[in-house]
């Protein structure tokens, strides 16, 4: 018979000695419609593996120069997740459970009924095929969101990742503003992701859920005798961020008289555990969110002006979904990958229905409504309503807007690199060339975004 090269489905990489086992091998892989590859000796098998390919190992621990067990040590330090299954002859127990330490997927003894192995296969198959598809996810998704993790590639949003960038070394304190869901929290930890201080712990407090009755001790942390039940010396929230960074989430939502005790703290970099009167130096960086106008805070009274001109040393103002449509097709997809990660679900078609309706809402919730909405999408709980589109441009015109948006996203990330681009697009370079053409796109005004950035 015909011993199968493998193509681009997950197949079975064979390796027997026994010529007329190895034909008998590859006739039932090939009946069971299993693509399938045979090799004699294990040097050649080993060449032909490597973390990502598309196969699973099966191998006679009996061969000549290279043994079975051998093959398994060599291709688990070149990929540990590839399924590797051991068949012999001459097995005992305790060949067995030496194979299983050393990560066998399975072991199989000789004489074996051909529905055993294809059974035992089709199961590694499987395993194989969703973790290069978990793999594939994960890489995609860094694609999309960018170094910083921030997603994105409108000017409003380039802009904050310039700010992100020239700010994350420094110990400068940060006021971000910002609708609910706009994504401040994810811009702190870029901050803190990207600067010296990512060390340090990120310390993130909501402001408005903190109880007034514990604020000091969760914030300043306190000393046995402190209170009825404080049997131990505990540090607080902001003690925890020495060295790193403390977030202070929604400060709009802190009592006035709360303001005044963290103020002198921003100020003086030092705290005063509770039943304590020893000063603890603290070197954090503080980074501060708000939804609100925070001047027009302080000009009405509800909120201290001097600790809004304390935290208000650099503003960073996040734009709302609305205000940076052309970035919701590049976020649904994205978010849709990331739960279909998450949730262990194939991702469905992204049609122009879907991105039709998306563009059509409002977002009053943002990014985080919008990674919802993508959720209820991969769990099959939404769908776009059936029927005529909206008014305005043409089915066409809509198609190549996004196509048009999903290009210069790519050239953005690439820095203009038309074969990187292609690459991560999944498209070739010749219609990637074309459709630039096409659309007459200026590859050299994304070379020049990148270089002045």
Request: glycine fraction near 8%; charged fraction near 25%.
């Amino acid at each position: 018979m015909n011993e199968h090269a493998i193509g681009g489905a997950v197949g079975v990489l064979y390796v027997e000695d026994d010529e007329l086992v190895r034909m008998a091998g590859c006739q039932t892989f090939a009946l069971a419609d299993i693509e399938v590859e045979g090799l004699a000796r294990a040097e050649p098998a080993l060449a032909r593996l490597g973390a990502g390919r598309p196969v699973v190992l099966v191998s006679d621990v009996r061969l000549p120069g290279m043994d079975g067990m051998s093959l398994l040590k060599r291709a688990q330090a070149l990929d540990p997740d590839l399924p590797v299954i051991l068949v012999t002859g001459h097995g005992d127990v305790d060949m067995a459970v030496e194979a299983m330490r050393l990560g066998a997927y399975d072991f199989i003894e000789k004489p074996f009924a051909p529905e055993r192995l294809v059974e035992v296969v089709r199961r590694a198959i499987e395993k194989r095929r969703l973790v290069l598809e978990n793999r594939a996810l994960k890489t995609r998704l860094a694609q999309a969101a960018g170094p910083d993790g921030l997603l994105g590639d409108s000017a409003a949003m380039q802009r904050v990742r310039d700010l992100v960038v020239d700010l994350a070394d420094t110990d400068v304190d940060i006021l971000i503003v910002g609708e609910t869901g706009t994504g401040k929290e994810r811009v702190a930890r870029a901050l803190h992701d990207a600067g010296r201080r990512r060390r340090g712990h990120f310390v993130a407090i909501n402001c408005a859920a903190l109880p007034e009755s514990v604020f000091e001790s969760e914030m300043f942390g306190v000393e046995p005798g402190a209170f009825t039940g404080a049997t131990r010396s505990r540090a607080g929230k902001i003690e925890h961020a020495d060295g790193g960074t403390l977030f202070l989430d929604e400060i709009e939502g802190m009592a006035l008289q709360l303001q005044a005790k963290l103020l002198r703290v921003l100020q003086e970099r030092v705290v005063e555990r509770l039943g304590s009167n020893r000063l603890i130096p603290v070197d954090c960086r503080v980074i501060a969110a708000t939804k609100l106008d925070l001047a027009a805070e302080a000009a009405a009274g509800r909120f201290r002006a001097d600790l809004y001109y304390r935290l208000n040393v650099v503003p960073i103002v996040l734009p709302a979904l609305r205000e940076r449509r052309e970035d919701i097709p590049a976020l649904f997809a994205a978010f849709c990958l990331q739960a279909a990660e998450r949730y262990r679900r194939p991702q469905p078609a992204l049609t122009v229905e879907v991105f039709d309706w998306l563009m059509a809402q409002g977002w009053p919730g943002n990014v985080r409504e919008l990674q919802h909405a993508a959720d209820r999408f991969v769990l099959g709980l939404w769908r776009p309503a059936a029927g005529p589109v909206g008014e305005g441009s043409g089915l066409a015109q809509r198609v190549a807007a996004f196509e048009v948006a999903l290009i210069e996203s790519a050239l953005r990330r690439s820095a203009g690199d038309v074969a990187a681009a292609a690459e991560a697009l999944g498209m070739p370079r010749k219609t990637l060339y074309d459709k630039i053409a096409k659309f007459g796109i200026q590859v050299a005004d994304f070379r020049s975004d990148r270089s002045g950035a």
